[in-house]
Nanobody
Framework: VQLQASGGGLVQAGGSLRLSCAASRLTFSAYTMGWFRQAPGKEREFVTR????????LYGDSVKGRFTMSRDNAKNTVYLQMNSLKPEDTAVYYC????????????WGQGTQVTVSS
């Protein structure tokens, strides 16, 4: 299984970025997909997750109203649209996959760096 995250970069506060995560070697439509992030010196933080069908997105309090997660099962890809970015959004962003009945995420991508300058 491979999860390849991309789309990170440097952006000014108030700007936008769109992350992608392409999955391979798994039955993509069977998996709940999530995004997490980890800033230097901090614990990994839940950002959002989406169900197999693309509905029922759940967001962490710090990103509600600014981030939107979506998925395209035909392309085995999930997206994270990040708007109104803040310096505190700076982190490495990871995508992850789990079966709905799993208590924890089974597969993780390598991460993509997002840096928001003030």
């Amino acid at each position: 299984v491979q999860l390849q995250a991309s789309g990170g970069g440097l952006v000014q506060a108030g700007g936008s970025l769109r992350l992608s995560c392409a999955a391979s070697r798994l039955t993509f439509s069977a998996y709940t997909m999530g995004w997490f992030r980890q800033a230097p010196g901090k614990e990994r933080e839940f950002v959002t997750r989406i169900t197999r069908s693309g509905g029922g997105a759940l967001y962490g309090d710090s990103v509600k109203g600014r981030f939107t997660m979506s998925r395209d099962n035909a392309k085995n890809t999930v997206y994270l649209q990040m708007n109104s970015l803040k310096p505190e959004d700076t982190a490495v962003y990871y995508c992850a996959a789990k079966l709905p009945e799993s208590m924890q995420y089974d597969y993780w991508g390598q991460g993509t760096q997002v840096t928001v300058s003030s």
